[in-house]
């Protein structure tokens, strides 16, 4: 993989280890837009009133789809941003686990202990219920 | 090679946020952002600052946008699509972006002649392993200041809760 990685690219380091995951993002927008394009073609195309309807059998829809969201899912967006954050520092000790051994352990674990405690409180304060 | 790159996830970034600022549904415009956001990474990849990259797609693209589609949605999107759209503020917008591309042509254009330049440099194709040296000096060298981020996250999680709480009890 890498010969043939290094005869289309040159060498270059960065690039390198990121070529895979370029290939595979080409393969898959190739294969969305392909399909969509190729069903384009292939399928047959005769609209009818009932056909094009939302739901063909049933009551008509009362109003429109688009509707104002709860505030509540903005208080759930707002933990789920802070608990992203968590995982962002978790991301460099993941790489580094081996050179960093117990100690970098412990330590993590009392970085993820205190964001518990948030965690718990929002718990208990119903911040994540519907009621 | 690599130039090539660099032009394509620039031509993405700039045409993604052409579009973004023209679109007049507020969904398609956020949407527009997070593709912006992919290219951005694209381009700290290249720079060799992976860890930039992820915190590009996780945060930004994941965290942050999450929040504007929220916020897009607790308003009335389809009345301001209906709007006509108006341009008061054009003139300002205008010289305003004048001002600034002539701040970065006046900085980039000199070189590296400013003091601040001295000792960096910027280039394609830098030595990857960016995570890696952060890892060994974050969980170390910075070993408190990354528990203080503990705390200050903790202090935002319940700040929001106390805030948002009380409006949505009332």
């Not at chain 2, 981020?149 to 009890?169: C, N």
């Amino acid at each position: 993989m890498q010969e043939f990685i290094s005869a289309f690219f040159g060498d270059y380091s960065v690039i390198n280890g990121y070529v895979p995951l370029f290939i595979f993002l080409l393969v898959a927008l190739g294969f969305a837009g392909g399909t969509l394009i190729a069903a384009l073609i292939i399928r047959p195309h005769k609209p009818y009133p009932e056909k094009l309807a939302p739901y063909e059998c049933g009551m008509p829809p009362l109003m429109e789809a688009h509707e104002r969201f709860s505030i509540r899912f903005y208080l759930l967006g707002i933990l789920f941003l802070l608990f992203d954050v968590e995982a962002m520092f978790l991301f460099p000790w993941a790489v580094k686990y081996d050179a960093l051994g117990l100690f970098g352990f412990i330590e993590m674990m009392l970085f993820i202990a205190i964001l518990l405690v948030g965690y718990f409180y929002a718990w208990r304060k119903g911040a994540l219920e519907w009621a | 090679m690599e130039l090539l790159f660099f032009y394509m996830f620039s031509a993405g970034i700039i045409g993604a946020s052409l579009l973004m600022v023209t679109r007049a549904n507020v969904i398609h415009a956020a949407l527009l952002l997070v593709l912006t956001f992919f290219f951005m990474s694209g381009i700290f990849i290249l720079a060799g600052a992976e860890f930039l990259a992820v915190v590009q797609v996780l945060l930004y693209a994941g965290g942050i946008m999450v929040l504007y589609l929220f916020s897009i949605m607790l308003m009335n999107v389809e009345v301001s699509v209906r709007l006509r759209q108006y341009h008061r503020q054009s003139f300002f917008a205008v010289a305003a972006s004048l001002i600034l591309i002539f701040e970065v042509w006046t900085v980039l254009g000199r070189g590296g002649s400013y003091p601040a330049f001295k000792g960096f440099s910027w280039q394609l194709g830098a030595t990857p392993g960016n995570v890696e040296a952060l890892g060994s000096v974050l969980y170390t060298k910075y070993l408190f200041p990354f528990e203080v981020a503990s705390i200050l996250l903790l202090a935002a999680m319940i700040g929001a809760i106390v805030l948002a709480k009380r409006t949505i009890d009332r």
